[in-house]
């Protein structure tokens, strides 16, 4: 049986995305043997996220700043805006400067299976960006997912009266990608090839 401490941090670690029970034991381990060196750099870098991140109030985006460095980045195209689901989307689509407007996070797509509804995701916000004026384009670069594609035909319709055209990541995407896992090139494709939502 292992100590109380240990039991503690491998809890904490199994409740990361990708990691089970088996896999935080073994970080545990790994970080308890690297005590002096891994160890006080994994804190750090733990107090460094808790005390200076913060999510954008504009776009949802994880910075040090609110608004974000994207939203008051003056060489960003400001009337184009690309909706993505989550931040890791956002980073993807970023990593390359793929897209060279701004962004929208929803923080999740709509789920009837998980009881995700529309005002659980950041909708209102994104209808209110769009009705302040000013943008041209909405590109909707949901998840090539059931739910994804659900998502995209909801915002759709929640943006149909304002005057901005609407277009959706081409679908050379593949059935069931998400844009965290695509390469670079395909993601640029999908881009490029953006067309009307309808
Ligand atoms: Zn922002």
Redesign the pocket.
């Known amino acids: 049986m292992a100590s109380q401490e240990i039991e503690a941090l491998a809890g904490a670690l199994a409740r990361l995305p990708g990691l089970g029970p088996r896999s935080a034991r073994r970080a545990v381990l790994w970080l308890i043997k690297r005590r002096e060196t891994a160890l006080p750099q994994l804190v750090e870098a733990l107090d460094m996220v808790r005390e200076r991140l913060v999510e954008?109030e504009?776009?949802?985006?994880v910075?040090t700043a609110?608004?974000?460095?994207?939203?008051t980045d003056p060489r960003r195209d400001a009337r184009s805006l690309c909706v993505v689901e989550e931040v890791a989307d956002l980073w993807a689509l970023d990593r390359a400067r793929l897209f060279g407007g701004?962004?929208h996070v929803l923080g999740g797509r709509l789920s009837a299976l998980e009881g995700v509804r529309p005002e659980d995701l950041a909708i209102s916000g994104l209808v209110e960006r769009v009705a302040a004026g000013g943008i041209d384009e909405v590109v909707l670069a949901m998840n090539a997912t059931l739910e994804g594609q659900t998502t995209a035909h909801y915002i759709a319709e929640r943006l149909e009266s304002f005057p901005v055209r609407l277009t959706q990541l081409a679908h050379g995407l593949p059935v069931g990608g998400e844009l965290d896992y695509l390469d670079e090139g395909t993601l640029a494709q999908a881009l490029r090839a953006r067309k009307p939502v309808g």
Request: aromatic content about 8%; charged content about 15%; hydrophobic content about 5%.
């Open positions: 954008c504009t776009c949802g985006n910075d609110s608004p974000c460095g994207i939203c701004r962004y």
